[in-house]
């Protein structure tokens, strides 16, 4: 079994930062990617920027110039760092990865993280 835990959100005000980390653990054989989504009230979660294992990373547009993914294949650990966050950005962050145990490839999500932005 596979768990990824997410932490770092919170309450900021609008133009603040917040940076999110998710970190997987359990029986593990390699990532073939993370990544962040958010779903705000009321809306469908979307993709906010994902990274593979090579450092390949994609972001949604909305977010580009302002926040930056990262990862560390060591510990198995994925970061966020969010800039100039504006109040429309509130909502639950997700981790997800693409993970490889003994058995097979699956998709995995964390439990979210709040993200509050007020203006």
């Known amino acids: 079994q596979v768990q990824l835990v997410e932490s770092g959100g919170g309450l900021v005000q609008a133009g603040g930062s917040l940076r999110l980390s998710c970190t997987a653990s ?29 450092g390949i990373t994609n972001y949604a547009e909305s977010v580009k110039g302002r926040f930056t993914i990262s990862g560390d294949n060591a510990k198995n650990t994925v970061y966020l760092q969010m800039n100039s966050l504006k109040p429309e950005e509130t909502g639950v962050y997700y981790c997800k990865a693409a993970v490889a145990t003994l058995l097979r490839l699956s998709n995995y999500w964390g439990q979210g993280t709040q993200v509050t932005v007020s203006s």
């Open 26 to 54: 359990g029986s593990i054989k390699s990532i073939n990617w993370m990544g962040w989504y958010r779903q705000a009230p009321g809306k469908q979660r979307e993709l906010v920027a994902v990274i593979t294992s090579d």
